[in-house]
Structure formats: C-alpha cells, structure tokens
C-alpha cells in the first residue's frame, strides 16, 4: 500500500477547470432530460429516472470503516472508525423499463445512514445520509461536458423515432457519440454500436466491481471510490456469464442469491497521483491502477434477505432518491460530467415525486427500510 502522502494531489483551486460554455450546455442538457422524462411518463403513465431506472435489488447492510487508515485515507466520512448502516440499490442504466436480455451498465447506489456533518446541497445540509453513486465500469464514455450534451440531444431525437433506434439506445444505456453518429447515419445498429454493448456483457451483477462516476473530492485530496467482491461467495460471481432471457433474471439472481446466503463487498478508493494522466475533467479517461492502486477503506457487510419484496420495490424505486450531490463537502463531485449533474438530479427528483405524487424521503434510520 502506498505511504507517501505528499505524492497524491492536493484539492485546491485549478483541480477543476470551467469548460467553454459549460453552463448553457448544462441547462440544455436539462433541458433534453426533462422532456425525454415527458415521453417516458406518457408511454408508463408512472415517472421513472432519466437513467437507472430499472431496479434488481434493494439491500440492507452496514458498512465498517477501517480502523487506524493512514492520513491520506482517513478524510471526510472516513477519518475514524465506524459502522453505518446502509442501503443499496442495484440496478441497469437505460432510462426505461426493458428486459435484462439487452446488454448494459449495471448500477451500485449506496446510501450510508448516519452522516453527520453539513451536507453540500442547502435544500438537504440536515441529513444524516452521504450517498455513492457507482457503475460497473471506470469511465464515463462521454466523460465532459460537451460530449455528454450531444449525447443527450441525440438520444432525444431517436426518442421519436422507430422502435428499433429505442432498442439499440437501451441495449447501449450510457453510448459513445461514435455510437450515436452510426445509428442517425444509418438507421439502425450496426457493428460500431455492438463493440459497446460487449463492453458490458450479462455477467452476474453481484460479482461485478463497481466504481464512482468520475472523480470526487477525498477530504484533502482527489480520488474514486469503488466496491469490489471481498467475500468468496460475491468473488466466484465475478466474471461469470448468466442467462438473461427471462425479463426479470437479474431480480431473480439477487433474490435467490440473498434468500439463504450473505455477502461482503470491499470499499476502497483510488487517490489521483497526477492530473495529466489521472484528469478530472476527462472521465473517459482510464486512471491507471499501476500509478496509484485501489486502497480499502473498510468493508460492506449483507445479511441473508428479502432483496426485492414490494414493499421494497416501491420504497427504493418512488420514495428514495440517489444523488451524488447528497453527500459532505469533502467527498463533493468533481469535473464538468458531475457539475452538470446537479441541475440534472434535481430536476429528475423534483419531477419523478411531483409526477408520482410521492414525498421524497431521505431516511434517519435503517429501520425505515421495509422487509
């Protein structure tokens, strides 16, 4: 394990650069979301998120920080020792409801219970919650900006058109331009866009490693955080192909999983050594793991569960709402890919509850998740 503090990045001012325009390009980007989430409520008549919005799992843990973590570890949520309980939410990335046939980025939203400490939002500076938003990749295809704003303007105009350029979009989930570029041009998948979609095959969600999309402020320094499988049982999941063809398989794969059987998964983070090589406002980017490796930060422990009772379901999918903007000052998003983020979040959250006539809820104890 690295020992020398001084050679990860300090965050201070210039580890963020304002992008051209970033600010019109994140309200249209808003914009976009907002009226593909229009023509999503009128084709369900139920508001669901704009991405992730197909859930496999809802699990109650804790997760157990480590003790005595070095200097450059022990920041923000992490400086002591301590246990918190949790809540997580697994789930596909596509902004629809489609079968788990079609290849995707899967989703790990962990909300830790217990935070204390002002929060970055004003409207949620109270709440004693800190959540880590993360996928089962390490970059974000359109990793700034710009890129993420044309990517938007094209899934909403493919959102009006045939069926089979809806599909190809919710095969892909989070799609590369290139990728966009050939289903406009073209009119339908074609090999370009298949080399995306074996980026993520149908692997066993719980046996995949998970990590935050781009870089978030650690305390005194910049770095991801990820989940990985600790426990033998998740570790002989990872990489393992299963059968999707039945439309709810992965739900089904986590229940049977969680009915007889808990899981360990181990939380770790990887500290920025250098932002040529390990940029922040690039999150396409790859940080090479044999400049600065993944350092565990404590462990989250699942107990044998009910994963996807109803009562769960609608908790998870109506009630609660995952935002890495709902977190400490010291763990706060970093990059033009997060900061456009924030209008993003809070106009879907706003709009989802109003549409379902469901009050937002960011819960104070573990006890408010139902069985």
């Not at 084709?43 to 669901?48: D, L, M």
């Not at 992490?78 to 902004?95: C, H, Q």
């Not at 970093?334 to 706003?350: E, F």
Request: charge should be negative.
């Amino acid at each position: 394990m690295p020992t020398t503090p001084t050679t990860y990045v300090r965050f201070a001012d210039g580890v963020e650069e304002i992008q051209p325009n970033e600010d019109q390009l994140g309200d249209e980007t808003v914009a976009s979301m907002a009226r593909v989430a229009r023509l999503m409520f009128e084709k369900n008549r139920h508001a669901i998120r704009d991405a992730h919005a197909k859930s496999h799992g809802i699990l109650r843990g804790e997760l157990h920080v480590a003790p005595n973590l070095p200097e450059h570890l022990a920041q923000g949520m992490f400086k002591e020792a301590k246990t918190y309980p949790v809540i997580i939410r697994l789930s596909t990335s596509p902004g629809a409801i489609q079968p788990d046939s079609q290849p995707a980025v899967k989703g790990f939203a962990l909300k830790i219970i217990g935070v204390e400490g002002k929060k970055f939002l004003p409207e949620e500076a109270d709440a004693i919650t800190q959540d880590f938003l993360m996928v089962n990749d390490t970059i974000i295809p359109t990793g700034d900006v710009k890129s993420y704003h044309d990517m938007q303007l094209r899934i909403e105009k493919l959102a009006h058109g045939p069926e089979l350029l809806q599909t190809a979009i919710n095969k892909v989930g989070v799609l590369a331009d290139k990728a966009l570029e050939v289903l406009e041009d073209v009119g339908g998948p074609k090999k370009e866009v298949n080399m995306v979609v074996q980026a993520h095959p149908n692997n066993h969600m719980l046996g995949e490693t998970y990590t935050t999309l781009g870089a978030i402020r650690y305390g005194d320094y910049v770095a991801k955080v990820s989940v990985a499988p600790l426990s033998e049982n998740l570790k002989a999941l990872a990489g393992k192909e299963v059968d999707v063809s039945e439309p709810g398989a992965y739900r089904d794969l986590v229940v049977d999983f969680f009915r007889t059987q808990g899981a360990e998964y181990e939380l770790r983070a990887q500290l920025c050594t250098d932002l040529k090589t390990m940029p922040v406002e690039d999150a396409s980017i790859d940080w090479p793991q044999d400049q600065s490796p993944y350092q565990t930060l404590g462990k989250i422990v699942l107990p044998a569960q009910d994963a996807f009772s109803p009562a769960r379901r609608v908790y998870a999918d109506d009630v609660l709402s995952f935002n890495p903007f709902h977190c400490l000052p010291e763990h706060l998003p970093l990059g033009s890919i997060n900061r456009v983020r924030i209008k993003a979040y809070a106009s879907s959250t706003k709009y989802r509850h109003m549409m379902n006539a469901t009050a937002k809820v960011e819960p104070t104890d573990i006890s408010q998740l139902p069985d």
